[in-house]
Structures are given as C-alpha cells and as structure tokens.
C-alpha cells in the first residue's frame, strides 16, 4: 500500500514538472510573452501620467502611483483571455489530460506561470520610473518636468513597509483577477461569450476602481463611488491608498486620498476593504479549481 502511494505521488510529481516545463516554454519562446505582457503595459502608464500631470495638471498625491501601477495588471489580464482560450481550443489539453495530469495540478501550474509573469511586468514598470525620475536632470522648464516631479514625490514616500505591502496588494490582486479569468474561460463554453463578459468585467475594473481616475477627482462624484462599490478592483485599490497615504496611522492621511473640500470617503476605516479583499481572495482562487471542467 504505502509503495503504491509513493509511485503514485512520484508520477504525479514527474507529471506536473514536465507539464510546468512544457507550458513555461511555450510562454518563455514566444515573442508576444516579451511584447505584450512586459513592454506595452509601460504605454498606457505613460499616458495616464502625461494626462493627469501635465494634460490636466491635476492636483494628484503619492499614493497614486501604485494604483496606476494596477494598470499592467488589468492590461496583462486582457491579454491572458486570448492565450488561454488558445490552449482551450487546442489538442494540448487533451494530451496532458491523457497524461494522468489532474485538474487542480493544471491550474496550479497557470498560476505559477502567470501570476510571477504580471508581477514582473510591475517591476519592470517601477524600475523605468525609478530610471526617469532618478537619472534624468530635473529642469522646470522641461516637457515632462511635472510627471518627474511626481514620481520622484512619489518614489520618495515609500518606506521598506509600505513597498513590501504594496508590492504583496498588488500580488493579490493580481491572484483575484487572474481567477476570474480562468472561472470565466473554462466554465464559458462559447468563447464569443467568455470575450464579452471578461472585457466587461476589465473594462469596469479599470474605470471605477480608482486605478486610472485620480482619487482626487472621483471621490468628488458621488456616483462614481456608488458605482465604485460593484468593482471588486476598488477594494484592493483602497486598501493600497491607506498604506501609502498613512491614513492607516495617521487619520490626515486621508486628504491625500481624497479632496478634502468636497471628496467622499468611500471607506472611513482600512479594516473594511481589507476584510472585503480577503473574502474575495477566499472565494474566487479555490472556485477556479472547482470549476475546471477538460474540454
């Protein structure tokens, strides 16, 4: 009895290393991987920079770059519904399945493969800002000297707590959202189907959860904090503005969250979208194994 566990635990192990390897190199060797995941989310960081610091030159704080941050999540997370729905469709796993490869070890081995891959496009996105805030000579008169200001501003106000924990936010988030992505694409027969309710769902993540719209400004549209509150993103986001604005020790913290005139607090205390994060993380991770079904 107890050797046949052993091998079974053996050709368990051997089968989700090859399958790790197998799926790891189809990422690593494909030119999209570098492409879309690495390098193009930089692109819509920059816009968004140049439009709230030098378009409108709005009055934005610190605690806002590490939501903009967000961005490369959401963008990374639009790309992964092809590259899953690829795989879906092809022979690849209906081979791995005949290899004895069982579903929770599949999905396991997407998490692993992508979950390091967003987050190291968030890496690479803060060391370019680190390079241009840092390297680059400060002149007032220069075209982007007010997004240099900013992130220098903003790079200055991190402490090796509140980067850990920003960092490890972020992480999480990215867990959330990759899950709802892999719920969606395999319990979604019709890929037409999975396409419209994921890029819905990014679309609204990415406009009313603070991540692209500067606290500032949407804490003075009651609305969009109404609408705000159906965006799971928003929890996440909200508990980042804490940390990295301090309101979490320091109740004045908040007036760099929100306008302090006419801004709505959308949570009056930090514990609450951490508690609404953790149900989230509780909940969707553990249904996307549940609900893997092989095609």
């Known amino acids: 009895m107890l050797a046949k566990k052993y091998n079974n635990l053996n050709f368990e192990l051997d089968s989700f290393r090859k399958t790790f390897k197998l799926f790891f190199t189809l990422m690593v060797k494909n030119p999209k991987t570098y492409i879309l995941y690495l390098i193009f989310p930089l692109f819509p960081l920059l816009l968004i920079l140049f439009i709230w610091t ?9 605690p806002m770059l590490i939501n903009f941050l967000g961005v490369n999540l959401i963008f990374s997370n639009f790309f992964v ?32 493969i992508f979950i390091p891959l967003f987050m190291l496009s968030v890496v690479i996105n803060m060391l370019f800002f680190v390079i241009i805030a ?6 007032e008169q220069m075209f982007m000297a007010a997004t240099i200001a900013f992130l220098n501003l903003a790079l200055d106000n991190f402490t090796p707590y509140t980067f850990i924990f920003s960092f490890l936010i972020l992480t999480l988030f990215a867990i959330f959202l990759f899950s709802m992505i892999l719920i969606v694409v395999f319990k979604v027969r019709k890929n037409g189907y999975v396409r419209v309710i994921l890029f819905s769902f990014l679309l609204f993540t990415l406009l009313f959860s603070d991540i692209i719209i500067n606290s500032q400004m949407s804490s003075q549209w009651e609305w969009m904090i109404i609408i705000g509150y159906f965006s799971p993103g928003r929890y996440f986001m909200w508990v980042l503005l804490f940390i990295n604005s301090y309101a979490n020790i320091d109740p ?13 607090l959308s949570f009056p205390k930090m514990w609450i979208p951490s508690l609404v994060s953790g149900v989230l993380l509780c909940t969707t991770p553990p249904l996307s194994f549940v609900l893997f079904n092989w095609r």
């Open 134 to 139: 840092k390297s680059i000579p400060f002149s």
């Open 252 to 264: 004045l913290g908040v007036t760099q969250i929100i306008d302090y005139v006419f801004g709505y």
């Open 81 to 112: 519904i092809q590259t899953l729905i690829n795989w879906k469709n092809s022979i690849i796993l209906k081979r791995i399945k005949m290899n004895g490869v069982s579903k929770y070890n599949f999905i396991l081995i997407l998490y692993l």
């Open 54 to 62: 030098i378009a409108i030159s709005a009055n934005i704080y610190p």
